[in-house]
C-alpha cells in the first residue's frame, strides 16, 4: 500500500502539470484589420469587444462615426473549428443629424486547413452569415449577404509572423466586394504585441487602402487591452480614427 501511494503521488502532480501544458494560448482577433489563423479550443468561450472614433473630412461631405460597441463572441466546437456572432452598434453624425444603428451582424465559423510546416503558411477559413435588417436599420443591409476568405500566417520567429488574407463580400448588390491585406506581429514578450496591418477595399472599380497601427496589453492570462489608428493612404490629411477594446477569455479551457 505504501508502494501504491508513493507511486500515486508521484504521478498526479504530473497528470496536473500535463493538463497545464496542454492548454492552448490565448488569442484573439483582435486588433488588427487582417485575421490571423488561430482557432480557439474546444469549449472556449471568449468576448472580444471594443469602442471607436472615425471621421471623414472630405470636401464635399463631413462624417464622424461613433463605434458604440463592437463586439465578437466566439465558442470552440473543437481544435479545428470555432462558431463565431459578431454585432456593432453605429451613432453616425453628419451635419448636426443623428443616426444610430445596429450593423455588420454576422453569424460565421472559422476552420484551421493547415497548421503550417517549414516555409508553408498556416491555413484557416473564415466564412459567415450577413444578417439584414428592416428598414429602418440603416446600416444593415435589406436582403441576406455573405463573407468567405482565406486567411494565411508564417512563424517567422518565436516572436515575428507575416500573415495575410483574401476575402470577399456580398450585400444588397449582388456584387462582391474583395478585401485582402497583409500583416507583421511582433511580440517582444509574453505580454505586448505590435501589429502593423495594410489592407484594401476593391468595390465598384474604386480601391480604398488603409494602413493600421496597433498594439496591445494582456493584464493578465485571459484579458487583453488593445489600441489602434488607421492612416487612409487615399486621402491621408482627411481621416482619422481610433479604437480601443478588450478581449476576455471566459472559460479557463
Known amino acids: 500500500m505504501k508502494r501504491l501511494l508513493t507511486i500515486l503521488l508521484t504521478i498526479l502532480p504530473l497528470c496536473v502539470l500535463a493538463q497545464e501544458n496542454d492548454v492552448k494560448p490565448f488569442t484573439a482577433d483582435r486588433p488588427g484589420a487582417v485575421g490571423g489563423v488561430d482557432i480557439l479550443p474546444k469549449g472556449r468561450l471568449q468576448l472580444e469587444t471594443g469602442f471607436g472614433w472615425e471621421r471623414y473630412n472630405m470636401s464635399d461631405y463631413d462624417i464622424t462615426f461613433w463605434s458604440l460597441n463592437s463586439s465578437l463572441i466566439r465558442f470552440g466546437i473543437s481544435d479545428h473549428a470555432e462558431l463565431r456572432f459578431q454585432a456593432e452598434r453605429l451613432l453616425a453624425v453628419e451635419d448636426g443629424e ?67 488574407e483574401g476575402d470577399m463580400d456580398w450585400l444588397d448588390s449582388g456584387r462582391p466586394i474583395y478585401l485582402y491585406g497583409a500583416s507583421f506581429v511582433f511580440k517582444p514578450n509574453d505580454r505586448l504585441t505590435f501589429i502593423l496591418d495594410e489592407f484594401n477595399e476593391t468595390a465598384y472599380g474604386k480601391t480604398d487602402s488603409f494602413v493600421e497601427l496597433s498594439a496591445c496589453w494582456m493584464l493578465s492570462k485571459r484579458v487583453q487591452i488593445d489600441i489602434s489608428s488607421d492612416i487612409y493612404l487615399n486621402y491621408p490629411g482627411h481621416y482619422n480614427c481610433l479604437r480601443i477594446g478588450l478581449a476576455w477569455q471566459i472559460t479557463k479551457k
Open 98 to 164: 443623428h443616426t444610430n444603428g445596429f450593423a455588420n451582424v454576422a453569424i460565421g465559423t472559422k476552420v484551421s486547413l493547415f497548421d503550417g510546416w517549414k516555409v508553408f503558411p498556416a491555413v484557416a477559413m473564415q466564412a459567415d452569415v450577413m444578417v439584414p435588417g428592416s428598414k429602418d436599420a440603416p446600416f444593415m443591409p435589406t436582403e441576406w449577404g455573405g463573407h468567405l476568405g482565406l486567411l494565411f500566417e508564417h512563424h517567422l520567429t518565436s516572436w515575428l509572423a507575416f500573415g495575410y
